[in-house]
């Protein structure tokens, strides 16, 4: 699930202000995808020659003659295209809310999207618009797979692969690029010590400051900028992480761990996402809980044995 619209398909085809238009025409007549050309010179963004917007000017009256031979630069100043850019890390839906409030000239415009080295790529509306939609469909289809995770959590030997469906099904409505389940090291979560998404350390509260704001306010915490974070160091979370949220765990003893969620953009998460998220804890709860009930009912069993 994309996180934001830095992660959908997008076009890098960056062109020079002399560059034939021509040339430009031939490579998107041979890459039908590309929904247009970024026009630069050197480092600075001139604009964006939309391809439905080339072709149908091409195609008018002396087109052909006035520009396929000269600099695509005249024909961005014969189409005088506004420059829509929106920052890499943004939301899906704020993005498409904003793409759309433009004049209905340019409502269907290819979109700048850019990023935090200063480098540009294009987003092609149809492409925004289709991954929204698939937003919004993920959202109904939630409710089935919730009611999927409660009936296998009402088993009293519910599979490992519980935590797969609960980390997966809410990735559809918190986008997440990694998720891990950091847990105080217990006798009774040794089985499921080699899923990729769990990590058994002696003491989390000791960790890291940051873990033990999470254990102490018993509620949500996320930094929207780990790099602006000094006691961000000794986390665990990937090397690109950017944005970073915590959600307490507990068992039928308390507080025993959290349930962290990193984007590699600086894309904060809401306080919608931070209610979700919570959802999802309750089930890893509920898991950890009927965990401790079975290693529970093997202690009795064996000692009767």
């Known amino acids: 699930m994309p996180v934001c619209i830095g992660d959908l398909?997008?076009?890098?085809?960056?062109?020079?202000?002399?560059?034939?238009?021509?040339?430009?025409?031939?490579?998107?007549?041979?890459?039908?995808?590309?929904?247009?050309?970024?026009?630069?010179?050197?480092?600075?963004?001139?604009?964006?020659?939309?391809?439905?917007?080339?072709?149908?000017r091409l195609g008018r009256r002396y087109g052909v003659e006035l520009f396929l031979s000269k600099p695509v630069g005249d024909l961005l100043l014969e189409l005088r295209t506004d420059v829509f850019s929106l920052k890499s890390q943004l939301h899906i839906n704020a993005a498409a809310k904003l793409a759309l409030s433009r004049s209905q000239d340019g409502t269907y415009d290819p979109i700048v999207v850019e990023y935090e080295d200063n480098n540009y790529a294009l987003l092609d509306m149809y492409v925004l618009l289709l991954s929204q939609s698939q937003l919004l469909s993920n959202l109904n289809g939630v409710i089935s797979s919730l009611n999927h995770i409660e009936t296998i959590l009402a088993n009293d030997s519910p599979g490992h692969n519980v935590l797969e469906l609960i980390l997966e099904s809410l990735r559809l409505v918190a986008p997440y690029?990694?998720?891990?389940?950091?847990?105080?090291?217990?006798?009774n979560y040794e089985s499921i010590n080699l899923n990729e998404h769990v990590i058994l350390l002696d003491d989390p509260l000791r960790a890291n400051e940051i873990y033990r704001s999470v254990f102490t306010m018993n509620q949500p915490f996320s930094i929207e900028d780990v790099r602006m974070a000094p006691s961000w160091r000794g986390v665990h979370a990937s090397s690109n992480t950017r944005s970073w949220m915590?959600?307490?765990?507990?068992?039928?003893?308390?507080?025993?761990?959290?349930?962290?969620?990193?984007?590699?953009?600086?894309?904060?998460?809401?306080?919608?996402?931070?209610?979700?998220?919570?959802?999802?804890?309750?089930?890893?709860?509920?898991?950890?809980?009927?965990?401790?009930?079975?290693?529970?009912?093997?202690?009795?069993?064996?000692?009767?044995?």
């Open 9 to 56: 398909p997008l076009s890098t085809y960056v062109v020079s202000y002399d560059t034939l238009t021509e040339k430009v025409v031939n490579h998107l007549q041979a890459n039908a995808l590309i929904p247009g050309a970024i026009v630069t010179q050197g480092q600075r963004l001139l604009g964006v020659i939309p391809r439905h917007k080339m072709f149908e």
């Open 177 to 187: 690029h990694e998720a891990e389940i950091i847990i105080q090291h217990h006798p």
């Open 246 to 305: 915590g959600i307490p765990i507990t068992d039928q003893s308390g507080i025993v761990g959290l349930l962290a969620l990193s984007r590699f953009s600086v894309s904060p998460f809401n306080n919608h996402e931070k209610e979700l998220a919570q959802v999802y804890a309750r089930y890893i709860n509920a898991f950890l809980s009927t965990l401790t009930r079975q290693a529970e009912k093997n202690y009795v069993y064996n000692k009767i044995v």
